[in-house]
């Protein structure tokens, strides 16, 4: 899908008030503006992750007025604030709080080296106190409103969509129904376990998930001392025929693998669709191996079963927040 054509897709009707779009992920957080133009203003920092636990909170609301003031919206007149998040999230007196591993330092420890102790990081109460309309949702949930609304999700009544990026997230709709759980953590692909090993950390505290395994931040702790500073230093190695490389990325393929057929038995889908900064730049290399891997396996669950990249490319990010607040 081109840009024109997107914006022209998601433009505001003339009148209605903008919409402020924050997409938070483990490496930055992302803020833009949805009006009669489509999306504009859009700013970007490494996500913080230092000081008292409102900081990201605080972050975004800063973010937010630095967007309005690019795009020449008064801050008072945004309409809601979508926030597309990873997780997971816990709640505080009905609101969201982030206990997200690659931001919260307290679930790991120090061994994950983060620098800060939160066990969580306040995000809804603040950004309520400061709006008038705010919706957070996990940001698989997000980006598979937005890929069934305007990506390659459309149409279909089980589906997923699921990011390989600096974390593993997921979001699962069954019968038409997006599934949310108690707390809005359904679809937590990255904290299951398909293989056994002790020795990769994640940063939620446990050994051995998928996200220690194949999330973009493992790639550099797991295989820097073999040479791969990080993903795409991996990924260039095996391009260039480096066996070692290749031998390693198959690995990363068989868990991902192990992973999607999981998701595929539970929830019995007929597509999907794969976002994030790790499949997107690679997905030449990795898509012909997660459906490889699929083929012939149990083909009651798996005939049938479409992998495909995320309509919205890297676009998903915004609109997964514009999706949540736009009517």
């Known amino acids: 899908m081109n840009q024109a054509h997107l914006q022209a897709l998601i433009q505001r009707p003339a009148g209605e008030k903008p919409l ?145 990026s600096t974390g593993i997230g997921m979001g699962v709709c069954v019968d038409g129904h997006i599934l949310r759980g108690k707390n809005g953590n359904a679809g937590h692909l990255g904290h299951t376990f398909v293989v056994e090993n002790n020795e990769a950390l994640c940063g939620c505290g446990l050994l051995g998930d998928v996200e220690a395994l194949v999330a973009g931040n493992a790639i550099p702790r797991r295989f820097a001392a073999q040479g791969y500073a990080d993903a795409s230093a991996l990924f260039n190695a095996a391009r260039a025929g480096d066996a070692q490389a290749i031998a390693l990325i198959d690995t990363l393929c068989n868990v991902m693998g192990r992973a999607l057929f999981n998701v595929t038995a539970l929830f019995d889908l007929e597509r999907i669709s794969l976002g994030g900064s790790v499949f997107w730049h690679n997905q030449d290399y990795l898509l012909p191996r997660l459906k490889l891997f699929m083929q012939g396996k149990l083909p009651a669950l798996t005939n049938g079963l479409e992998i495909v990249p995320a309509g919205l490319g890297e676009s998903v990010g915004d609109l997964a927040a514009l999706a949540l607040v736009m009517r």
């Open 20 to 164: 402020a779009c924050v997409d938070i992920g483990g490496t930055k957080v992302a803020v833009s503006m949805a009006d009669a133009r489509g999306i504009s203003a859009k700013v970007s920092e490494p996500t913080a992750k230092e000081g008292g636990n409102d900081a990201l909170a605080l972050q975004i609301i800063r973010l937010i007025g630095e967007s309005c003031a690019q795009a020449g919206i008064a801050v008072a007149d945004v309409g809601a604030v979508g926030v597309s998040s990873c997780g997971p999230f816990v709640l505080k007196d009905g609101l969201v709080e982030l206990a997200a591993p690659n931001i919260c330092g307290g679930l790991a420890g120090k061994a994950r080296g983060l620098p800060n102790d939160w066990m969580s990081a306040l995000l809804e109460a603040p950004l309520r106190a400061a709006f008038p309309h705010v919706r957070v949702e996990n940001d698989g949930v997000g980006a598979l409103e937005a890929e069934r609304r305007w990506g390659a999700l459309q149409g279909v009544a089980n589906c997923a969509y699921v990011t390989w």
